[in-house]
């Protein structure tokens, strides 16, 4: 793959063409409209588009790849499947990030490791430097079609004749058109309806989606081509030394330092270590009575049931990312450690890791009950989420801790990858709703202006709560029936949470 060969300039005019329809094609799909199922549709179009014009530039194929394409095909299926408005603002952002950082895995000439920082310079390069280094190949190829470059007789000829034909066909299809309207009212109810599309076509519309394609279209062909036709650039390189009258090479190191490292002395390490420990160890220890205690009515003096939901569980958080942290610049520095040293370091490092986990589930404790006495929402769900993630963090490092080979980085960007996607399935909406509904049923008590405010994926278990109470929140879904009809109007937009929902509330207040 790192032997490039310069493409025909023939191909440059066909992953032209491609591209500006895949961008007729996608201001078509999204211009003015909510993405729903288009959004797999594109992707699956781009990933054809790419696949097809840079085949030889492909390397060789691994699971870490396989599993990039899963994650972003499984990512735009949400835009169709799922109607949850904070990932649907996320994914905007997540999902041509990570097509930019697998095209670059998978086609660049850098062949950049999945797992390493220099993959996001690589996709920097490509994205900026090459991309736009191929915006003025596109005229280049257009001008040597229509005779910018000196063409064949015989091609001559035939565009010659083309531009004829097309002469001749103009009038000759005014008068067919015409028989065939007067011969057939449907086809000439067609022909009608085009100048009404180009009335409400206004110009300041037209003029939008023009430049829309224009720049979508040169954006993915100069991304594409930069993988194919790439330039190898040499950043900060270093100047070629005279030694007869230039510097003596022990002044190259001050032009040039070393590239910081984050390793630390395991002296230091271990001194950090011990003193962060023994806080730790007197924390759990002093505490340890109602830690866990609070299911029972265990509470420290002084603190009631809401406020011990209240307080806490952000703070130990911060504390248990802050010793991940730690955790993993000692990993990185424990090399340096020898004999009994490195025995102490590990020991340390395993109570580093004992007392976060305990923190970590101190403060997941309290959430349960700051949610039991004040409801369930998104931002409390997320939290929720986030300390499973970090929880599962916390066994990666210490696997790490003992075997040294553990690949922790690879594993830890795998697992949250494959943690973000399946949060996108988990169907968020529908478990707050489930959770809120469970405690109005223990507790008497429900927040029905939030709960009617999620998004579709919850309408189903919403209309049959509503069932069961007598028409509690009746009034707010007949709102959102009269809303829901303009979020599916247009099939690019269609989307399963939102057909369902839309069905269910028509059944339900049709009885």
């Known amino acids: 793959m790192n032997d490039q060969t310069v493409p025909k300039p023939e191909r440059a005019l066909q992953a032209l063409g491609a591209s500006f329809l895949l961008a007729v094609l996608n201001q078509y799909l999204f211009y003015g409209k909510m993405p729903g199922i288009s959004c797999p549709i594109f992707v699956s179009l781009f990933y054809v588009y790419v696949l097809y014009f840079a085949r030889d530039r492909l390397r060789k194929p691994t699971a870490a790849g396989y599993i990039w394409l899963g994650a972003i095909v499984l990512l735009s299926l949400t835009y169709a499947l799922y109607a949850n408005w904070l990932f649907f603002g996320l994914n905007l952002l997540v999902i041509p990030a990570l097509i930019l950082l697998h095209m670059t895995y998978m086609l660049s000439y850098k062949l950049p490791s999945w797992s390493g920082f220099g993959i996001i310079g690589a996709a920097a390069e490509h994205f900026f430097a090459q991309g736009l280094r191929h915006w003025a190949t596109a005229p280049r190829a257009v001008r040597r079609i229509f005779g910018g470059e000196k063409l064949p007789d015989e091609r001559k000829q035939v565009l010659i004749k083309v531009l004829i034909g097309l002469g001749i066909s103009f009038p000759l299809l005014l008068i067919v058109t015409s028989l065939l309207s007067s011969a057939d009212g449907v086809f000439h109810e067609l022909l009608a309806e085009f100048p009404q599309m180009l009335e409400r076509l206004s110009f300041g519309e037209g003029f939008a989606r023009l430049l829309w394609i224009i720049l979508l279209g040169l954006g993915m062909f100069g991304l594409l081509w930069g993988f194919i036709d790439y330039k190898v650039y040499t950043w900060n390189p270093k100047p070629e030394l005279n030694m007869e009258s230039g510097p003596a090479p022990e002044s190259v190191p001050e032009l040039f330092p070393e590239p910081l490292t984050l390793r630390v002395d395991p002296v230091i390490i271990t001194t950090i270590l011990t003193v962060i420990n023994v806080v730790y160890v007197l924390f759990v ?155 109005y049923k223990s507790s008497g008590i429900l927040d029905t202006s939030y709960l009617t405010r999620l998004s579709s994926d919850a309408v189903p278990l919403l209309i049959e709560f509503s069932e069961q109470e007598n028409g509690m929140l009746d009034a707010a879904l007949r709102e959102k029936r009269e809303r829901q009809p303009l979020a599916a109007s247009r099939w690019p937009s269609f989307n399963v949470a939102n057909f369902r929902a839309g069905r269910a509330l028509e059944h339900y207040f049709a009885e």
């Open 285 to 439: 220890s002093l505490q340890f009575s109602y830690l866990f205690g609070a299911w029972e009515g265990i509470l420290p003096e002084g603190s009631t049931y809401a406020g011990y939901a209240r307080s806490g569980f952000l703070e130990l958080i911060l504390v248990t990312s802050i010793n991940f942290a730690l955790l993993l610049l000692s990993l990185h520095s424990a090399g340096l450690a020898k004999g009994l040293l490195h025995k102490t370091v590990t020991i340390l490092l395993y109570i580093l890791v004992l007392c976060s986990v305990i923190m970590l589930y101190s403060a997941y404790s309290r959430l349960k009950l700051y949610e039991e006495a004040y409801g369930y929402t998104y931002i409390r769900f997320l939290v929720h989420v986030f300390m499973i993630f970090l929880g599962l963090l916390l066994v990666l490092a210490a696997v790490r801790i003992s075997r040294v080979q553990f690949p922790l980085a690879q594993c830890c960007l795998a697992l949250g990858l494959l943690s973000y996607v399946l949060v996108n399935y988990l169907g968020m909406d529908r478990i707050i709703a489930q959770q809120n509904i469970e405690r």
